[in-house]
């Protein structure tokens, strides 16, 4: 019965379906199973109910195997059949199984025999057969008949293919030997999936039904189209025995007759028939199992852990119980409000590496959008210019001035502090939505209790809805205490005097920090022609006076340095078939940028980073193109205006006044303004769930129906239990096998280029055993185009039909007459049979 130890690897497969079958899944660990196919009246059905022993398989014309049959085959001391979706009920009439398959066929694939991939799982238990697990297909068919589909060929051959696909499937590749062996359609479907062939196991039936005078004796010598493994010959019942209930018994004990008497075949007695198909079967399949277990394991391993905590917190778990809800609201809201601390003030543990949290969201709002915000609201030179030459002369009136007017100065400084209004309150806006977004991602962990959640997300979002109107007003409240004062006694104002020599000792200052690194990182050139190349990506340089770009991070072949004089950035439109998104840089005086473009595009992956390369070019000086739309009339006057030498002078003196003090209010807004939505917006906030959130929850209704766990989650937790369960049982099944086992050495490679070809193999005549083999007068020759006898050994393992058979004499005239005979001599040493 094979080796004992082994044999019992085979019933842990079979535990492991079990387990988890039992939860409602598929078995998708691909367990090692044997797949049996062929092609229609081939022998199939046969061949398993051989094993069983009983008759048990339907029987007809056409195609009747539509569904694949998974038939487990289990030792035991009493004989009944089993069903999975039948659970409970025990077979012991097998007319009944044969009934039961046909029914559960039909209620899936109807009366129009079509097929289905969903699998029947029936289980036999038998003192008569050994432990196997096996896969009936449904047999090839060319030409659709009756009801069958028209793609009935490929419905079948897709269904095959989806399961000796697999590399831990073994293929018992079924074929008559009546038929041509070289076309069998068997032989070509598993040489497609396992060209070295790995995993296929030949069978022949139909021995008994050969023409008078051939036999298939080179074929399951592996002489005449070899497979690795070899073949294996059965003879089964006829459709006469089947109508006349011949005894499967009986039908095993006439094949056992017929390879002892047969003349071509009695020296592979032992080598041939059911009994031994079924041991080379469970052999092959525990030496597989075996293999593959320890991927299994680790298969395993790692769905419970991903399992383990969710199960831990279902464990216990008793919904209708008011005790337990009360805990779990509480914890609930002490985890959101532990998540929300989290994602704002930054963790070390469980950090996220795929986005950003809502805390560094905003602070790249405080640092990057905001500044690049207030920027972008600065007014035009030429416009400023306009402005102060008018202020000067509306203050003076009629008179003409001698000095420069303080109320000039005031006038256009309040200007331009109303201006930055727009962008404090843009900045407000930005951090109240990235709040809400946090909120509601915080609360994704409360999608189990969907009231419970959506009431959460409407308190805490009410009122940072009702903590905006506060925050805008005390924003707003900043600008006009600005506006309200106009210090120019403050330490960093030039002053009058000084206008003139601190402008200069600005440029100066920015002149020595030119070549301070400001950003680094990859960008992609977008408007790079496709003669040349398309779009590439380069790693870039920013620094204070230019831009440049290497061809890779380690900065040693540089492509290209910009200077930033008179450059600008504007946004360029997202095309429809780019993802990325691009903007772009140009000179204001319509020059070349970039060889011979215009404009230099460059794109990012993301908007953020387009944003903080825009941030980071405004540092450089690089500001982003202004929009002004100007009426003809000014237009006119624009074109027109001119001042004198002694107006310009004032007007500069009062340029480089405002522009002293914009500097002061920016650099003071700009400080002014985290701290603010920081006291009044985030700090409230997170104080509010702390401290408030579950007051809130308790008063606005029901407790206990905030915690209704949706349908949703009751089945998700209790999948999630089975599942956590059958795989520890799972683990604990494979860690009971036994470390003393051991692997049955796989054969050598044999010549399988013959499968697919156009040559065909027939039979050999018998001959003896002991004597050469001399063609006989009513004997056929080899077809010109037949493979010869292979020039090397043949296979020797524990599973070559050959291993211990007599060595047999050559025999020059079975040769074609075209290739002369190169048998081998006998190999000095052959491997013991199992």
Known sequence: MGNRGMEELIPLVNKLQDAFSSIGQACNLDLPQIAVVGGQSAGKSSVLENFVGRDFLPRGSGIVTRRPLVLQLISATAEWAE???????????????????????????????????????????SPNVLNLTLIDLPGITKVPIGDQPADIEQQIREMIMQFITRESCLILAVTPANSDLANSDALKLSKEVDPQGLRTIGVITKLDLMDEGTDARDVLENKLLPLRRGYIGVVNRSQKDIDGRKDIKAALEAERKFFLSHPGYRHLAEKMGTPRLQKVLNQQLTNHIRDTLPAFRSKLQSQLLALDKEAEEYRGYRPDDPSRKTKQLLQMVQQFSVDFDKRIEGSGDQVDTVELSGGAKINRIFHERFPFELVKMECDEKEMRREISYAIKNIHGIRTGLFTPDMAFEAIVKKQVIKLKEPCVKCVDMVIQELINTVRQCSNKLECFPMLREETERIVTSHIRDRESRAKDQVLLLIDIQLSYINTNHEDFIGFANAQQRSSQSVKSQSSAGNQVIRKGWLTINNISIMKGGAKEYWFVLTAESLSWFKDDEEKEKKYMLPLDNLKVRDVEKSFMSSKHIFCIFNTESRNVYKDNRTLELACDAQDDVDSWKSSLLRAGVYPE????????????????????????????IRNLVDSYMAIVNKCIRDLMPKTIMHLMISNVKDFINAELLAQLYSAGDQNALMDESQEQAQRRDEVLRTHQALKEALAIIGDISTSTFTVPMPPPVDTSWVGGTSGGRRSPPASPTAPRRMSSGQRPAPRGAPPPPNRPGPLGPFNNTADSPQAPSRPNRAPPSIPNRRPPPSPTRQAPP
Do not use: W
């Open 626 to 653: 202004k929009t002004i739309t100007v009426e003809s009339e000014t237009t006119t006057a624009t074109d027109n205006f001119s001042m004198d030498p002694q107006l310009e002078r004032k007007v500069e003196t």
């Open 83 to 125: 069903f999975l979706h039948c659970k409970g009920k025990k077979f012991t009439d097998f007319d009944e199984v044969r009934q039961e398959i046909e029914a559960e066929t039909d209620r899936v694939t109807g009366a129009n025999k079509g097929i289905s991939p969903v699998p029947i799982n029936l289980r036999v238990y």
